[in-house]
């Protein structure tokens, strides 16, 4: 009789509620195939598809390319653009594609296109339109809605963002979705420098990266207006990459008055010297940060929000992305995500605790933002 009731009890939950479940299937499969490797994705032996097409997107004096990802039904389907973080491997990373093939899978009519300033470490405010342009070709793509989303990863997400709070397609955009995204852009460089971490209540320390300082200094010279000093730094940096740290701070000498601010800049570790230090940089990498920080731009995002960080992120401090959401103000708009160590890898012996943290908890978060956003994507 039990077992009637049951089984009874399951029919009548999958009449009422199919979609829900659907969805919940769909969700547990993309969480995880995100913690496996692509050759062990589950999701791909059990839904048939996507159709990857390689496509242009016209941009403003370049052109994007990019993979367009259709699941194998012709109805009228969600478009969802991906934007990449800084990585060379751009639209092409296994991850990425894994992700963009499972969520076609779900439903989604999926875009992926290659930012080459993300890609090069390069990031420059014209990511932003290239992100808007792409956005813009997808929902005008062959059975895609009028309303679409955005998913951006890392350092991705602030030019995704800034595009999405653009008046030419503000109103098209219906959620937005941030997986180690950031704010404020001057705060993460606090963060990179002396590996501080701070924001309403919640402190954190990790040791700073400090080859990464000095990678993305050499990549992004070219916002000096001192060709002098561009050149004289480009040395110092290439002369701190043979391991020559006396060598180099010989040729700090000789900078100009841009060079010296910015080589004490990137010098600096401690927290406390941070904000002089910055007030000191020249204008034009003043103004870069400031342009490239969504905190400029948030009040005019329209869409729903759906924030996901690893608390544990060396890159970018989680407290972004709380700050992220706090700054939404209508918290019906808002799903925050926080994962409890799931950046960094599995530790040799794993304690109940950490298993739990990582597995159960940072799970079922993750898993309830990637059912929040098929719910937004109208996946049925």
Request: charged content about 25%.
């Amino acid at each position: 009789m039990k077992k009637i009731i049951f089984l009874s009890a399951l029919v009548i939950i999958g009449i009422l509620f199919p979609a829900q479940i659907k969805r919940g299937c769909l969700s547990l499969l993309i969480l995880i195939d995100s913690v496996r490797s692509p050759e062990k994705a589950m999701m791909g032996k059990l839904i048939d598809g996507p159709t990857k097409t390689k496509v242009t997107v016209p941009g403003r004096g370049r052109v994007i390319h990019a993979d367009l990802y259709r699941p194998l039904n012709q109805d009228i389907q969600f478009p969802l653009l991906l934007v990449h973080g800084v990585n060379p491997a751009g639209k092409d990373d296994e991850q990425l594609v894994l992700l963009a093939k499972d969520l076609a899978r779900a439903g989604f009519l999926v875009l992926v296109p290659d930012f080459e300033g993300m890609k090069t470490l390069r990031i420059r405010i014209s990511d932003a339109e290239d992100i808007l342009q792409s956005f813009l070709y997808l929902i005008r793509a062959e059975h895609a809605g009028p309303r679409g989303g955005m998913l951006g990863i890392s350092y991705g997400a602030g030019p995704m963002l800034l595009a999405a709070a653009d008046p030419r397609i503000r109103d098209k955009v219906s959620v937005v979705t941030t997986f180690g995204g950031y704010y404020d852009l001057r705060t993460v460089m606090s963060f990179a420098l002396t590996g501080a971490n701070e924001y309403g209540g919640l402190r954190g320390y990790v040791r700073p990266e400090a080859p990464l300082r000095w990678m993305v200094a050499y990549r992004n010279l070219d916002l000096l207006r001192s060709s002098d000093d561009r050149e004289k730094l480009r040395k110092i940096i290439e002369t701190r990459n043979q391991y020559d740290s006396a060598a180099a701070e010989s040729l700090a000498g000789a900078l100009g008055p841009e060079g010296r601010a910015i080589h004490a800049f990137l010098v600096n570790t401690r927290q406390e010297r941070f904000a002089p230090l910055y007030e000191n940089l020249p204008l034009p990498v003043r103004e870069y940060v400031y342009q490239l920080s969504p905190a400029r731009a948030i009040h005019y995002i329209t869409a729903s929000f759906i924030v996901i960080h690893g608390i544990d992120d060396r890159f970018v401090p989680y407290t972004e992305s709380v700050k992220l959401a706090d700054a939404v103000g209508d918290k019906n708009r808002v799903c925050l995500a926080l994962l409890p160590q799931f950046m960094q890898s599995e530790p040799i012996e794993p304690s109940a605790g950490d298993r739990y943290q990582r597995y159960v908890l940072g799970g079922w978060r993750l898993f309830m933002a990637t059912y929040e956003l098929l719910e937004k994507g109208g996946i049925q």
